[in-house]
């Protein structure tokens, strides 16, 4: 039986127009983001059958493409949510976002500061990857993470709240080899109510650690 499940797109294809077309949205999410759900259930799979045979030869390679899927799914699970027609412009109290427009302010200075550093380390991840705004919960403050093959530069136990996708398939049929211009679209569609919530749900979590 499947673990994992591909969950419905909150909105139509052509929710995220012009930012990014409705053709991109129908294959990222109908293609690539299901391929990845399917590969983190067969790799659950081909473990259960290492374990019954005691058979360990792949298990390097097994783990790592369990991160690889596994990541590709709760990463595009976000990104979804993150986006919305309506989005974009910065996080203010009048959204009802204050809590977390005064944490980026804490943590990066200034909102400009943060879009700068999220917008760059996004455009320059090594490969394929992501950018990616996380709760730190030892510090407990808001950092900036890039994820490259779905592996990468992150703090373990960070919660992601907000995810810039910055691999090919995600923007090529509509901006080419310019990453860094979808880069600065995206903030057309950020949901700050969204990043907010998520926001909020990470700082209730347990730390894992005291500082």
């Known amino acids: 039986m499947a673990i994992y499940t591909l969950p419905d797109l909150p909105y139509d294809y052509t929710e995220l127009e012009p930012v990014i077309n409705p053709q991109i949205v129908e294959l990222h999410h109908d293609k690539h983001h299901a391929a990845?759900?399917?590969?983190?259930?067969?790799?659950?799979?081909?473990?259960?059958?290492?374990?019954?045979?005691?058979?360990?030869?792949?298990?390097?390679?097994?783990?790592?493409?369990?991160?690889?899927?596994?990541?590709?799914?709760?990463?595009?699970?976000?990104?979804w949510h993150n986006m919305t027609g309506d989005g974009g412009g910065e996080p203010l109290d009048k959204d009802g976002v204050g809590e977390l427009a005064d944490a980026?302010?804490?943590?990066?200075?200034?909102?400009?500061?943060?879009?700068?550093?999220?917008?760059?380390?996004?455009?320059?991840?090594?490969?394929?990857?992501?950018?990616?705004?996380?709760?730190?919960?030892?510090?407990?403050?808001?950092?900036?993470?890039?994820?490259?093959?779905?592996?990468?530069?992150?703090?373990?136990?960070?919660?992601?709240?907000?995810?810039?996708?910055?691999?090919e398939h995600a923007f090529y049929l509509q901006y080419k080899n310019q990453k860094v211009d979808f880069i600065d679209a995206m903030w057309e569609v950020v949901n700050w109510q969204d990043v907010a919530k998520r926001y909020a749900e990470a700082k209730d979590r347990t730390p894992l650690i005291t500082p």
């Open 36 to 79: 990845y759900v399917k590969g983190a259930n067969d790799t659950l799979e081909q473990l259960a059958e290492a374990r019954d045979k005691e058979a360990w030869g792949a298990i390097n390679g097994l783990e790592k493409s369990l991160a690889f899927h596994l990541s590709g799914h709760i990463l595009h699970s976000i990104y």
């Open 104 to 167: 980026i302010a804490e943590s990066f200075g200034s909102f400009e500061k943060f879009k700068s550093q999220l917008t760059k380390a996004s455009a320059t991840t090594q490969g394929s990857g992501w950018g990616v705004l996380a709760y730190e919960p030892v510090s407990r403050r808001l950092i900036v993470e890039q994820i490259y093959d779905h592996q990468g530069n992150v703090g373990q136990g960070s919660v992601p709240i907000l995810v810039f996708d910055a691999w």
